[in-house]
C-alpha cells in the first residue's frame, strides 16, 4: 500500500481531469490532470520524479507526443474514496525519459524530463488507469506510434496524488478555470522515511539527464 507523490518538486496544477473548460475549448473531455514547473519557465527543476514504487511497463518515444511512460503502481491510496488501487500512470509529452521498460522505480527516482512535444507548452499530462492490462491504450489519444485509442477506466489523478515532503504547489495563475476544486486540494503527507534520500540523489542525476539532452 503507498501513497502516490506528485511529479515534480515545483509545479503548477494547469488542467483538471474531465475539465469542463477543456471539454468546452477542445470538444473532447481530458482523461488526466496537466501539470507544469510553471510551464518551464520558472527555472525550476524539469526533472519527473517517480511518484511511487513501482514498475515501467512501457518506454519510448510516440511520433506525436514524444516521451512516453506506462508506469505499474500497484495499491495506490485514494484519498477521496479512502480506498486502494491498482493503476498504470501514463505519461505523455516527455522530452527525454530516463527509465527502460522493466525498470522497477521507487518513489523520487527520476523518470524522464518535461517537454512540449506534440503540444502548445512545457506541461505533463499525466493519467492514472486502473486498467493495467493494456497500458498503453488511452481514452486521450488518436492512434499513434506508441499510444493506442483506449476506452475510459480512468480515475482522476488529483484523487491519487499527495504533495510530500519538499514538495509544492504553487497557486495557479495560468487558468484557473480550467481546474476542479480537488486540483486545489491535494492533500499534504509525510514522506516515506527512505523518500528524502531517494530524491537527493535523483537531484544529483539530474546533470548527467541534460548532457542526454544535449546529445538528442
Ligand atoms: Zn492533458
Given at each position: 500500500m503507498q501513497k502516490l507523490l506528485m511529479p515534480f518538486v515545483k509545479q503548477m496544477m494547469l488542467c483538471g481531469y474531465k475539465s469542463a473548460e477543456y471539454k468546452k475549448h477542445w470538444g473532447y473531455p481530458h482523461y488526466g490532470v496537466d501539470i507544469s514547473t510553471i510551464q518551464g519557465?520558472?527555472?525550476?527543476?524539469?526533472t519527473v520524479y517517480a511518484s511511487?514504487?513501482?514498475?515501467?511497463?512501457l518506454a519510448g518515444w510516440d511520433e506525436k507526443l514524444g516521451g512516453a511512460l506506462c508506469v505499474f503502481y500497484p495499491e495506490a491510496y485514494n484519498h477521496e474514496t479512502g480506498k486502494y488501487t491498482d493503476v498504470v500512470a501514463r505519461y505523455m509529452?516527455?522530452?527525454?525519459?530516463a527509465v527502460k521498460t522493466g525498470s522497477a522505480v521507487r518513489p523520487g527516482e527520476v523518470l524522464g524530463i518535461e517537454g512540449k512535444e506534440g503540444t502548445g507548452d512545457y506541461h505533463l499530462h499525466l493519467e492514472f488507469d486502473t486498467?493495467?492490462?493494456?497500458?498503453?491504450?488511452?481514452?486521450?489519444?488518436?492512434?499513434s506510434s506508441f499510444w493506442k485509442k483506449g476506452t475510459d477506466s480512468t480515475v482522476n489523478p488529483s484523487y491519487l496524488l499527495h504533495i510530500g515532503e519538499d514538495q509544492e504547489i504553487v497557486p495557479?495563475?495560468?487558468?484557473?478555470?480550467?481546474?476542479?476544486?480537488e486540483d486545489m486540494a491535494i492533500p499534504i503527507i509525510k514522506a516515506e522515511p527512505d523518500y528524502r534520500s531517494l530524491y537527493l540523489t535523483a537531484k544529483q542525476k539530474l546533470d548527467k539527464i541534460a548532457e542526454i539532452l544535449k546529445e538528442g
Open positions: 519557465q520558472g527555472g525550476e527543476d524539469p511511487g514504487n513501482g514498475i515501467v511497463l509529452h516527455l522530452a527525454s525519459v486498467d493495467i492490462k493494456y497500458p498503453a491504450y488511452s481514452p486521450q489519444v488518436a492512434e495557479p495563475t495560468y487558468n484557473p478555470a480550467w481546474l476542479n476544486a
